[in-house]
Each structure stands twice: as structure tokens, then as C-alpha cells.
């Protein structure tokens, strides 16, 4: 059986569609979109960074994904899952906490794919300026987290660790355990309301470009995939599970393209344009650069069974606010889950920013609108 791209599978199916309705815009199925690096780091709990990263400078439109702040001490950390793999992670602490009570603390997961060097660190540590203890993680398969094969999908590990990041954050004497929050960036929006779900713990839940990934891989952009073409991503998938048992080389799937030519979808130059730039290309010791933003072929079509915002609404009353640009082509993804979800809620709508440009594009990004909501629910949470 011939191997498909599922980028050219959903690429095709829209635009087939594109031929049949006129004037309407339709969007590039992207399997796995918003991925990034892979990579094999270690880190240890209490271990501090031996270099620090040399201080960034805003680049077009003020992306400043490699951003760093004198206000705030990071170190690495690690910890052990439900499943004792180990989660790796970077801890932010403000540098002037308030000593006489404990501070509020937020975990904030990467996109999809990605390692927590993008996006995930400039959110925590924009959050910890305003003086919250963060914590960004590299989901399980990814950066350097365990778990085997790389790159490989698991929805329920990947919520797993926004509750053991949880964990880890009320174990420390700083934080207040009753004031713990979380933001998911891409596809881990959907990882984290799926983990908000079965974790009280969780006190107001925030997600930034949400891709739902269970919709993403099932129907596509604008529902523009077929059953039929979903049939055929499935059949793909198996019998690359057979080849692979039977000793066959590891096929991977979607990801961002390593290079542009004259017909690259404009939704894949979007995402050239950070994880294959110096914008916010970031490859961890180990990773191979042909495969990073790429999950595994076989593992991929787990998301078909991933209902993330199914009993959204059971998160009630713990706060969610749902973030997402009025030019992102994942808008959808934000609007299904506000829609969905019971009050309290609010879908923030960003002018003028599209899906990649708040992993990173800094004025556009609302850290107020965050550190607001933060402030009043973790409050709140507390008392």
C-alpha cells in the first residue's frame, strides 16, 4: 500500500472542495500543525540552567519567542508521571516573591509537537514577571521528556502531565496548592481541557490558538475531509503498524515542511515561518531535523479517538477564557469549545493576529487579558 502524506491528503480534499464552493476561503488540513522539535535532553530536579540563554531581540512584528527576563530565575526540573516516565520541565520563579504567603502558579503547555523553548517558555516566563510561579513541560515523546518511540502521539499521556505538572507545583513550599492554573497553546489546549475534565485541582483554565486535535485529524479544517478520506488515513496507518512490527523503518506524518517552494500552502509557510527560522527553530541535543514538528504515522490516528471538549461544560464552575485570533485558521477550534463550555467563560477574540502569530508575536499576544484572569480566579480559588 502506497504512503501518504496526510498534509497532501487533507491538501487535496480541500482543494477539491475549493472547485465546488466559490469565493469561500478554505484552509490546508494539517495533521499534527504547529509541531515542532523532538530531542532527548535530561533534566534533573533543582538543576539550574549551566548557560543561560543569550538575551533575545524582538524580530519582525515583535516575535520574540527566545525571550528572557532579568526579573525572573529559571531552572530545570523533572518528575515522574503515573506511569513513572519522567517529565521534564522548566521552572520560572519571579525574583521579588512576596515571602510571607505563598504565590499562585500556572502551567503552560507547548504546541503541538513542539518542545516547551517554543512559545510555552516566553508565556511562563511572561506570566512569572507578573508574579506568578510557572512551570512549562515538554509533553511525553517530545523535548525532554521520556517516552518511546519519539514523536509518538498519546492524548491521555499528554493530559497526564499537565495533572502531574500539578503535582509537582503543590509540592513546592512557594506555591499555594489551592491556586494552580494552566494555559495550553495549540494543541495543548486541547490536552489541557481534556485534563481539566478529571483534575478539580486546575482553578481556571486559559488556551491560546487552540487546535482541537481529535477534530483536527477526523474532519479537518472547515470539516473538509471526507469519511472516506478519513477510512483511508486509518488503513494507511495500520499497515504501517505491520511493516514497523515486522522490523520496517518508522514512518512519520504532517508536520511543517523543511523548505518553501512556489505552490507551499499559505497555513505551511505560516508555520515555516517560526519552527524553521530563527524566528523559533529549536532543535534539542539528540533531535533529528527531518522529523521534528512530525508525529508518528501510527500513532497519529490516536486523535480520531480524542473528543477533547466532549463534557466541556463539567469543568463548570472553574473559569476557562478561550484566546484566538480573528485572522487564525484555527478559530474554529476556540469558538466550538466556547460554545460548549458553561459559565464562567470568555472567548477573547485578538484583532489582526493570525494562529502562529500568538505563539510568539509579543504586542499581540494579551498577557494583560492572562494575568487579569489569573489574578481573579486563582484568587478567588483560594479563599
Not at 523559533?280 to 521534528?292: I, V, W
Not at 466541556?312 to 478559530?331: C, N, V, W, Y
Amino acid at each position: 500500500m502506497k504512503t501518504h502524506s496526510l498534509v497532501n491528503i487533507g491538501l487535496n480534499a480541500l482543494q477539491e472542495q475549493e472547485g465546488k464552493t466559490s469565493g469561500r476561503r478554505q484552509f490546508l488540513r494539517i495533521t499534527g500543525s504547529g509541531v515542532a522539535a523532538l530531542g532527548l535532553m535530561s533534566a534533573t530536579a533543582g538543576e539550574a540552567f549551566a548557560t543561560a540563554p543569550p538575551k533575545s531581540k524582538p524580530l519582525a512584528n515583535g516575535a520574540d519567542n527566545f525571550y528572557t527576563s532579568d526579573l525572573v530565575t529559571v531552572r530545570k526540573v523533572s518528575f515522574k508521571n503515573q506511569y513513572q516516565m519522567t517529565v521534564a520541565g522548566n521552572l520560572f520563579v519571579p525574583k521579588a516573591p512576596d515571602r510571607q504567603k505563598r504565590s499562585p502558579a500556572i502551567v503552560v503547555g507547548h504546541p503541538m509537537g513542539a518542545v516547551k523553548e517554543q512559545s510555552a517558555n516566553l508565556y511562563a516566563t511572561k506570566m512569572a514577571e507578573q508574579g506568578f510561579v510557572t512551570l512549562s513541560l515538554d509533553l511525553p515523546f517530545w523535548g525532554g521528556s521520556e517516552g518511546q518511540p519519539r514523536n509518538a502521539v498519546s492524548p491521555d499521556m499528554y493530559a497526564e502531565s499537565f495533572s502531574v505538572a500539578v503535582d509537582f507545583l503543590g509540592n513546592q513550599s512557594f506555591v499555594d496548592p489551592q491556586q494552580i492554573g494552566a494555559i495550553g497553546v495549540c494543541g495543548s489546549g486541547s490536552f489541557v481541557i481534556s485534563a481539566a475534565k478529571i483534575d478539580p485541582r486546575m482553578k481556571a483554565i486559559a488556551t491560546v490558538s487552540m487546535y482541537d486535535m481529535g477534530a483536527a485529524n477526523r474532519n479537518a479544517l472547515n470539516h473538509s475531509q471526507t469519511v472516506e478520506q478519513r477510512k483511508q488515513i486509518i488503513a494507511t496507518a495500520a499497515a504501517q503498524r505491520q511493516i514497523e512490527f515486522n522490523g520496517g523503518a518508522v514512518q512519520y506524518t504532517g508536520g511543517t515542511v523543511l523548505q518553501l517552494t512556489a505552490d507551499t500552502h499559505p497555513i505551511q509557510r505560516e508555520f515555516f515561518d517560526f519552527y524553521r527560522t530563527p524566528r523559533g527553530e529549536f532543535t534539542p541535543r539528540g533531535a533529528s531535523a527531518r522529523t521534528t514538528t512530525q508525529p508518528t504515522l501510527t500513532s497519529n490516528v490516536k486523535f480520531m479517538n480524542f473528543y477533547p471538549f466532549n463534557d466541556i461544560e463539567t469543568i463548570s464552575p472553574r473559569p476557562m477564557l478561550f484566546i484566538t485570533g480573528d485572522q487564525a485558521h484555527s478559530k474554529e477550534f476556540s469558538e466550538d469549545a466556547y460554545k460548549r463550555a458553561a459559565e464562567p467563560k470568555e472567548l477573547h477574540i485578538v484583532p489582526g493576529a493570525g494562529h502562529v502569530d500568538l505563539y510568539d508575536r509579543v504586542p499581540l499576544i494579551p498577557f494583560d487579558k492572562l494575568t487579569a484572569f489569573f489574578n481573579k480566579h486563582l484568587a478567588r480559588a483560594s479563599t
